[in-house]
């Protein structure tokens, strides 16, 4: 095995996350880079790699930054930290007032965190104690979705609906009472049959579980904008609207888990705006810093942080110890500065656009099933079998994974392919990734006899 002493030593020392070690131990199995600049990393090998996935949808502004390392130095030198349960630092308040004019609606008071599970852990918690503290204490439901991924603490990974069998069989009992619907996906619908004719059967499967379980038990309603998990289906022009008018109408919470969508991911600042709908509480971290910090938040809506309004009774029982941390603050204020000034969310949708075409222009593959996508976030369907709507398994994707990879192209390779590079990606820089795609889908298909 040809390994450099660091990839020796990651091997060894290193609990990557999620990766099967097994995996990782295989010749060129775990990369170990050094640096990156907008949108390539540099390996320890000298190699370069596009990174058509920002990290995890993580680097929005792009690799390199050096103007937001500065900024967090500057912060550190001035000050690092000052205690998140009684005072806050001068960039935190700065940071809270942006946000406040950046998202929808009247959400205006902000509840810092280090990232996105701990963000949907506040929104959980703010919901529920807002319910008791509003004499409902009764409403302790979630509704959230089949396939979604909202994290990995207790109460995210409770209300996620991605790998259920897992984590039941890991870390069961998971925290109860969270309802799973059906994702709106209309390339695949699985509602056809049972709601015939209907556009939006996804809300009104969604009604039928409040009615079913009664709307004075539910909480809260939590979805992404467009999940990533589940594939990036782009919900119908209806769905959003009609979600905000079941929560109003039956007192329930609407939560969007924006901590992919965020930031400008989708061709605008946050995926709701798409619909023209603000929810009550919203979940960002990611692009929020394009981690060059851990940060998240849940940014709350004014009448439902008044709730909490009064004396110690009322207070939130919940708090980190690093919310709102100085450092993280300064790297997120001036990642908001870069997003703003370079106009990155215009980049992301007239980028998107041209990311999306090319996917579709790869149609002609034996292997390439439905393509969608919004700004920066694109997906294809890799199918084994065109014809009879099977998909490849994970060990086939695995192939073309390595494939993408040994050209030079980062992505996340399951039976969907998943694009999401940083939003100040180039035209020139979409086409390679284009370019790469195809030679690894003739690839891929010679090794499984298609076509
Ligand atoms: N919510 C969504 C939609 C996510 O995709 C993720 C992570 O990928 C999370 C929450 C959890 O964020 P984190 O990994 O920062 O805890």
Redesign the pocket.
């Given at each position: 095995m040809n390994r450099t002493p660091e990839e020796q030593s990651a091997l060894d020392h290193v609990w990557v996350h999620s990766a099967q070690y097994d995996d990782l131990a295989q010749d060129d199995g775990l990369k170990v880079f050094t640096h990156g600049q907008g949108c390539t990393l540099y390996d320890v090998r000298g190699r370069s790699f596009l990174d058509g996935l920002a990290g995890?949808?993580i680097v929005n502004a792009g690799h390199g930054r050096a103007e937001i390392g500065e900024a967090m130095a500057a912060q550190a030198a001035r000050l690092a930290y000052v205690s998140s349960f009684n005072h806050v630092a001068l960039p935190t308040v700065q940071l809270a007032e942006k946000l406040a004019s950046l998202t929808p609606g009247h959400l205006d008071r902000v509840f810092f965190c280090s990232?996105?599970?701990?963000?949907?852990e506040t929104a959980l918690k703010i919901a529920r104690q807002y319910h008791v503290l509003r004499g409902q204490p009764q409403r302790t439901k979630f509704i959230a979705r089949i396939e979604?991924?909202?994290?990995?603490?207790y109460g995210?990974m409770s209300v996620s609906g991605r790998a259920r069998p897992f984590l039941n069989r890991f870390f069961g009992p998971l925290t109860p009472e969270t309802l799973h619907a059906p994702q709106p996906d209309c390339a695949h619908c699985p509602l056809k049959l049972t709601y015939p004719g209907c556009g939006v059967a996804c809300v009104e499967a969604i009604e039928d579980i409040i009615r079913f379980e009664g709307a004075e038990s539910i909480a809260a309603i939590l979805a992404?904008p467009i999940?990533?998990?589940a594939g990036i289906a782009v919900p119908p022009a209806e769905y959003w609207p009609r979600l905000r008018e079941i929560c109003d109408q039956h007192g329930i919470l609407l939560i969007a888990?924006?901590?992919?969508?965020g930031f400008g991911r989708t061709g605008r600042w946050f995926g709701l705006d798409h619909w023209g709908v603000a929810p009550d509480l919203l979940?960002i971290?990611?692009g929020f810093s394009s981690g060059y910090a851990?940060i998240?938040a849940c940014v709350v809506r004014r009448a439902v942080a008044e709730a909490f309004a009064g004396d110690g009774s009322r207070t939130i029982r919940h708090g980190y110890s690093y919310g709102g941390h100085a450092v993280s603050a300064a790297a997120a204020l001036k990642n908001l500065e870069i997003l703003e000034r370079e106009d990155l969310p215009g980049n992301s949708a007239r980028l998107g656009q041209r990311l999306l075409a090319g996917l579709q222009a790869l149609a002609h593959h034996p292997s390439v099933g439905h393509v969608r996508g919004l700004g920066l976030m694109c997906a294809v369907d890799l199918m084994a079998d065109k014809t009879q709507g099977q998909r490849v398994t994970m060990a086939q994707a695995h192939i073309l994974d390595g494939h993408l990879m040994r050209l030079g192209l980062i992505t996340r390779c399951w039976d969907t392919l998943f694009f999401a590079p940083p939003l100040c990606v180039t035209a020139d820089e979409i086409d390679h990734m284009l370019e790469i795609t195809d030679q690894a889908l003739y690839r891929f298909e010679d090794d499984l006899g298609l076509g």
């Open positions: 995890l949808c990232g996105g599970s701990e963000a949907i979604s991924y909202h994290g990995a603490t995210a992404e999940s990533f998990s888990d924006e901590v992919i969508t979940t971290a990611k851990p998240g």
